[in-house]
């Protein structure tokens, strides 16, 4: 498929992790003709063995790349014209509490990857639905940072966590051709996670495309200190 070519440019699989989003599932789909041509950028390792998800439901994915525990969940589901929701589901919910303890347990800094904003200011018809159950579970188990697109603006907010607030951070889209009121032109964001003896220092740099020059250029950055979670 196209998006598996597009992939492969970018790096091999186990370079690059990939979440799905509502764009990927406006309608039913044919799993094999779809998702699965690119399914190997979703394979998660460490506990959650490492192997490609086998189908629209088998999520989430763990992913561990040094100290850090990528947990990549599908919000995509099929949606009725005019909408562009997201939901996770009950059981899917409950994979991501049990990886979130289990990686808490080991000391790693995870990182929650969700399409669709799980909070702060989103359209009815573009919401998470279940991101209240999502919150829930972030309250009671913790994360270090969520991670999510689908709004194609800046934000950083926060989600409750057992010990301190969870920094929740989205960009905009990185194949945006122009801005659009407050969605600007293409950016993306480079995360570095270093530990420290109190939790974790994450710095963000965001990119963005200059149209004069035709290439992408730092436009700011900032530093957050992170505890770690007792959970």
């Given at each position: 498929?196209?998006?598996?070519?597009?992939?492969?440019?970018?790096?091999?699989?186990?370079d690059?992790?990939?979440?799905?989003?509502?764009?990927?599932?406006y309608?039913?789909?044919?799993?094999?003709?779809?998702?699965?041509?690119?399914?190997?950028?979703?394979?998660?390792?460490?506990?959650?063995?490492?192997?490609?998800?086998?189908?629209?439901?088998?999520?989430?994915?763990?992913?561990?790349?040094?100290?850090?525990?990528?947990?990549?969940?599908?919000?995509?589901?099929p949606?009725?014209?005019?909408?562009?929701?997201?939901?996770?589901?009950?059981?899917?919910?409950?994979?991501?509490?049990?990886?979130?303890?289990?990686?808490?347990?080991?000391?790693l800094?995870?990182?929650?990857?969700?399409h669709?904003?799980?909070?702060?200011?989103?359209?009815?018809?573009?919401?998470l639905?279940d991101?209240?159950?999502?919150g829930?579970v972030?309250?009671r188990?913790?994360?270090?940072?969520?991670?999510?697109?689908?709004?194609?603006?800046?934000?950083?907010?926060?989600?409750?966590?057992?010990?301190?607030?969870?920094?929740?951070?989205?960009?905009?889209?990185?194949?945006a051709a122009?801005?659009?009121?407050?969605?600007?032109?293409?950016?993306?964001?480079?995360?570095?996670?270093?530990?420290t003896?109190?939790?974790?220092?994450?710095?963000?740099?965001?990119?963005?495309?200059?149209?004069?020059?035709?290439a992408?250029?730092?436009?700011?950055?900032?530093?957050?200190?992170?505890?770690?979670?007792?959970?």
């Open positions: 498929s196209a998006a598996a070519r597009w992939l492969a440019e970018l790096g091999p699989a186990e690059v992790t990939v979440i799905p989003g509502n764009h990927d599932a309608v039913s789909l044919d799993w094999s003709q779809t998702w699965q041509k690119w399914s190997e950028y979703m394979a998660g390792d460490g506990e959650a063995g490492g192997r490609p998800p086998a189908d629209f439901e088998d999520f989430p994915f763990l992913r561990l790349r040094g100290p850090v525990a990528l947990i990549g969940t599908s919000s995509a589901r949606s009725p014209p005019g909408f562009a929701s997201g939901r996770l589901g009950a059981e899917q919910i409950e994979r991501v509490a049990a990886l979130l303890k289990t990686t808490r347990e080991r000391g800094c995870r990182v929650v990857l969700v669709h904003p799980p909070t702060g200011p989103i359209a009815w018809r573009k919401r639905v991101a209240q159950a999502l829930d972030i309250r188990h913790g994360a270090e940072i969520v991670l999510h697109g689908h709004d194609h603006s800046f934000s950083e907010l926060a989600l409750e966590g057992p010990d301190a607030p969870v920094p929740v951070f989205g960009v905009p889209s990185a194949s122009e801005a659009h009121g407050r969605r600007p032109q293409a950016h993306y964001g480079i995360f570095r996670i270093e530990p003896k109190e939790g974790w220092t994450l710095e963000l740099r965001h990119r963005g495309f200059d149209p004069a020059a035709g992408f250029k730092e436009t700011a950055s900032l530093t957050r200190h992170l505890p770690a979670s007792s959970g």
